[in-house]
């Protein structure tokens, strides 16, 4: 008997235990239905609220205005005749030399009366001094034979001053002093 109270003990448990899974599940069963009737009344109201829009339509105005799709019409006529204008032809190549760029001229003529400016300038400068420089050295080495000549023509006056008699030499000093006059 000890074992057949066993029994219906751990039946009545199980039992229990069923019956409190059962409950648990009724409770959240009853939530979501609780949840579901929330959202419906919702719905319900706001399906009212579209009925009443709907019951009271409001005019729409439509403007019609057809010159924007005339233009865009009226364009692409002309884009489609550009297109068959500009059909494939044969191809030329072109070999260009251009002075003046056809694009940006501004920043050409920057560049060429800038830098290239200041450049043939400074160039022109060299070059002038460099022919400067030439004639210069040119003079000094004329200078230079001319002392030199100068220095023989001295000596050899020197020379005959030194060797000739009292007659030569008044010949001589007469000759240089009608030279150094004005």
Same mark, same amino acid.
């Given at each position: 008997?000890?074992?057949?109270?066993?029994?219906?003990?751990?039946?009545?448990?199980?039992?229990?235990?069923? #019956?409190? @899974?059962?409950? /648990?599940?009724?409770?959240?069963?009853?939530? &979501?239905?609780?949840?579901?009737?929330?959202? !419906?009344? *919702? #719905?319900? @109201?706001?399906? /009212?609220?579209?009925?009443?829009?709907?019951? &009271?339509?409001?005019?729409?105005?439509?403007? !019609?205005? *057809?010159?924007?799709?005339?233009?865009?019409?009226?364009?692409?006529?002309?884009?489609?005749?550009?297109?068959?204008?500009?059909?494939?032809?044969?191809?030329?190549?072109?070999?260009?030399?251009?002075?003046?760029?056809?694009?940006?001229?501004?920043?050409?003529?920057?560049?060429?009366?800038?830098?290239?400016?200041?450049?043939?300038?400074?160039?022109?400068?060299?070059?002038?001094?460099?022919?400067?420089?030439?004639?210069?050295?040119?003079?000094?080495?004329?200078?230079?034979?001319?002392?030199?000549?100068?220095?023989?023509?001295?000596?050899?006056?020197?020379?005959?001053?030194?060797?000739?008699?009292?007659?030569?030499?008044?010949?001589?000093?007469?000759?240089?002093?009608?030279?150094?006059?004005?």
């Amino acid at each position: 008997m000890d074992t057949v109270k066993k029994i219906d003990n751990i039946q009545k448990d199980t039992l229990e235990v069923v #019956l409190e @899974e059962f409950a /648990g599940e009724q409770k959240s069963n009853t939530q &979501s239905l609780n949840d579901l009737v929330t959202a !419906v009344n *919702t #719905l319900t @109201e706001k399906m /009212g609220g579209f009925e009443k829009k709907l019951n &009271s339509p409001q005019p729409v105005n439509v403007s !019609v205005d *057809t010159k924007p799709f005339q233009e865009i019409i009226r364009k692409g006529i002309t884009d489609m005749v550009l297109a068959a204008a500009a059909q494939p032809k044969n191809l030329i190549r072109k070999f260009q030399i251009l002075l003046f760029p056809e694009q940006d001229a501004k920043l050409f003529y920057k560049v060429v009366f800038g830098r290239w400016f200041l450049m043939l300038v400074i160039m022109l400068f060299i070059v002038n001094l460099y022919k400067f420089s030439i004639h210069w050295s040119d003079n000094q080495k004329e200078i230079k034979l001319q002392q030199l000549e100068n220095d023989k023509v001295k000596k050899a006056w020197s020379y005959l001053y030194i060797q000739q008699g009292k007659a030569v030499k008044r010949l001589m000093d007469s000759a240089y002093n009608k030279a150094n006059q004005p």
